[in-house]
């Protein structure tokens, strides 16, 4: 029986870990723009051809 | 003599071959070049403005943005080099900027050009173009860009000017000073995320009980149920804590909402579980109790769907510029508008608008007051005419003596109205709170009467049978019916561009039986008008007027210019503009003369030339006649035939000139006011629900927004969202207006799904009601009759407003 009460404890403080980091995705804004980070992600960086080459 | 010689020909098809016409278009932003065609490294603009973004972009290797999508540019004029001045003036500063110190400063602008991937690509650029631009940053939902930036080596204003020269014109108004930042939204979703959480949870520890376990395992229940209780803490407290709140503070308004049931269930569920499991009499009913908070929440986070890039409570303070040029010892210094006083000298450009009521210091000024009063054409002021807030200066600048500081000014005392003063809570009396007040009673009724019954029968069993009736008389499913029908309707309507302030605007709407219409910007579009030519011209002659015109700030002048596509290298000598009459020049040897009758044929006998009408003669021959008639958008007419009767008028800010056309679209029981000032319209809505009627005011601009404000409820037409609309409680797009009666009928529809989303949620608390007071509510029974009603009562109302809007607009192309 101990084993039950075990192992519900470690899996409730799993998920209350997650859901504090849910928390502290939602007031830190980073759901605020669903769409900008979707787009930004897919642009190229283009090599700068004007650096010297060390 | 007179246009009799005239051989009738419609304009665009008189263009003659000897000019070859192939249709370019401008390689910035993708519209056809119609004024006039540069060419920069075998690249075609429409405009000067393209030009020089596209410059800027290239010098600064930032070539991209034209490939990842289409033409994204938007045409764009461009900007003197100081109009950003004043955002460098340190109130102004002080005001924008989010974090400030001598090398590290952040800020954030407005655009509402941003429209597509490559504004983003551009806008997140920004540090190629200027050294001094540290990191930009896009928000594509809200329209904005956040500006970290090295003050000492960039100032605000450089940044203000370089967005706008690259087509990305930031918009700085009052507002955004004052603008608080909409924080309740995420509230709402983590007080839902921890209901969610919770609930699920709960759920889990309460299976055990339901599945039967044995009596050697009394212990892990008892454990289980003080589980369920620690979880169910947090939900009484934080996620449901609104629920109770709002019922008491609709006890000190001595009125019942649907919140009142809601908190009464809500707390007989919890109290009753928390005796149970303290006083190990049962598992309680605690995962009814979570799962309640949350489909009640859901349903909370559904309708709250807002369009953030839209603002719908805009007054006039987001229609003025924020600051002027104001004149300080000589010189011309950026002022914030509100520091303005009665007696300084300020100094108005080319479409900018005035913001106090001054008067004129030049000898003229031509100013447009279309947007404050909705007459389309600008009118002329002299020298110490009093000229009001609200105006645009047409042509050169021009200087004006402050009168009345803003907030005085003629314009805003329009706001000073009582209709402005309302709050948003009206007396309109919702269908959920009225539902809520009969449920309500019915249910105490209940919960009395069966208390006598078990009083007498067996008393022991009292208490827990009230606790029984109050817990399933919660009014789960009638509280989410609302939100689910109106939630949808939202939606569909946003997906067809009509974008409603909140879910409860819909009701009203379906109440509406009296709608009024603006005229310009509503029915007409003001900035297109129409021009139709006729008489004998030829090519070469059509591009002389284009070329002769185009000298012209007279607005019919600039209206006939847009219209011609012929271009020609001549020049014009001896321009004259002769006010009321129309204008004069010599082109390539020829005198030709374009206004009114008399001015081209030298005939005084004539009658007076109708609003609108222009002649041309070339050499004192009257060659031409060029009629400019504001357009009217399309497919009016079978919206208004729909409306029939429901359409009551015309509220009109401009001259009776097109009173004919407006009779004949509208038909003759439609009453069409002319020359009304925005209090007119104003009160002629009041006076309309004075008779009783439920009043819809479609309208476009601020000489709208009393009468939007105050009808019950108030539509502003826009073409372009971005652009400002008056204080609303719904934004169309021009392009739907063909459908509001539509949107109506929808609106209906959706009112009568709701009552039937009610009686399915009452048949359910009927079901359970008789479990209740006949003692045989077990949590087993309880926890399955809730979600069920919550999500019968969801499935219904969401399909059944899909399949009205699809029938319903489905319609639109007959």
Known sequence: MMIIILLISISLTIAVAFLVVFFWNIKSGQYDDMYTPSVRMLFDQKKDDNKPVS | MGPVLLTVQKSTPVMVATEKQIVTTCYHCGQACEKEVLHLEEKTFCCYGCQTVFEILNTHDLCEYYSLDKTPGNQHDVVGDDVYAYLDEKSVRKKLLKFDSPDFASVQFYIPAIHCVSCIWLLENLQKVDAGILRSEVNFARKTVSVDFNPQKVALSRIGQWLANIGYAPSVNLEDTTREKPGTNKQAVLKLALAGFCFGNVMLFSFPEYLGLDASDASLMRVFSWLNLALSIPVFFYSAAGYFQ??????????????????????????????????????????????????????????????????????????????????????????????????????????????????????????????????????????????????????????????????????????????????????????????????????????????????YTAPANMWLVITSVLMVACPCALALAAPFTYGSMLRVMGRHALYLKNADVIERLAAVDAVVFDKTGTITLGDKPDVSHTGSLTGEEYAWIKLLTSYSTHPLSKSISATIRQHTNDIVTGFKEIPGKGIEGVIAGNVIRIGSASFTTDNRSLIPTPSGQVFVAING???????????????????????????????????????????????????????????????????????????????????????????????????????????????????????????????????????????????????????????????????????????????FSSIGVNIAARRILKNKSI
């Open chain 2, 246 to 455: 709002a019922s008491l503070k609709s006890f000190q308004q001595r009125q019942v909402n649907i919140d009142v049931p809601i908190a009464a269930g809500l707390l007989a569920l919890f109290l009753r579980s928390t005796y149970d499991i303290v006083t190990a009499t049962g598992p309680g009913y605690l995962d009814s109790f979570t799962g309640l908070v949350f489909f009640l929440l859901i349903g909370r986070w559904f309708q709250s769907k807002t369009y953030e890039s839209l603002a719908f409570d805009r007054d006039f303070t987001s229609y003025f510029p924020l600051a002027v040029q104001k004149q300080v010892a000589g010189q011309w210094k950026p002022v914030v508008i509100y520091e303005l006083a009665p007696g300084d000298t300020i100094r108005i450009r080319n479409l900018e608008i005035i913001p106090a009521d001054s008067l004129l210091l030049d000898e003229t000024a031509h100013i447009d007051y279309s947007f404050v009063t909705g007459e389309a054409r600008p009118v002329q002021a002299r020298q110490h005419d009093v000229v009001y807030a609200g105006g645009r200066v047409i042509g050169p600048p021009a200087t004006f003596l402050v009168e009345k500081p803003t907030s005085q000014s003629h314009l805003t005392s329009l706001w000073n109205n009582d209709a402005f003063r309302k709050t948003d809570e009206r007396n309109y009396q919702k269908i959920i709170d009225r539902a809520a007040r009969r449920f309500t009673w019915i249910v105490l009724g209940i919960a009395v009467l069966t208390a006598f019954y078990w009083y």
């Open chain 2, 621 to 795: 021959e009257l060659r031409g006649l060029m009629t400019v008639q504001a357009s009217v958008r399309k497919d009016l007419k079978g919206m208004l035939g729909r409306l029939d009767r429901r359409c009551v008028a015309l509220l009109s800010g401009d001259t009776d000139g097109d009173r004919d056309k407006m009779q004949t679209l509208f038909g003759e029981h439609v009453q069409l006011h002319f020359n009304q000032t925005p209090h007119d319209k104003l009160d002629y809505i009041r006076n309309l629900q004075q008779q009783g009627k439920k009043v819809l005011m479609v309208g476009d601009g601020l000489n709208d927004s009393g009468a939007l404000k105050q009808a019950d409820v108030g539509l502003a037409v826009t073409d372009d969202t971005g652009i400002f609309t008056p204080a609303c409680d719904g934004i169309l797009h021009g392009s739907q207006i063909q459908s509001l009666d539509r949107f109506m009928q929808l609106s209906k529809v959706s009112t009568r799904i709701l009552k039937a989303g009610f009686i399915i949620s009452f048949m359910y608390n009927a079901v359970a009601l008789s479990f209740a007071v006949t003692g045989h509510l077990t949590p087993l029974v309880a926890a399955i009759l809730m979600p069920l009603s919550s999500v019968s009562v969801v499935g």
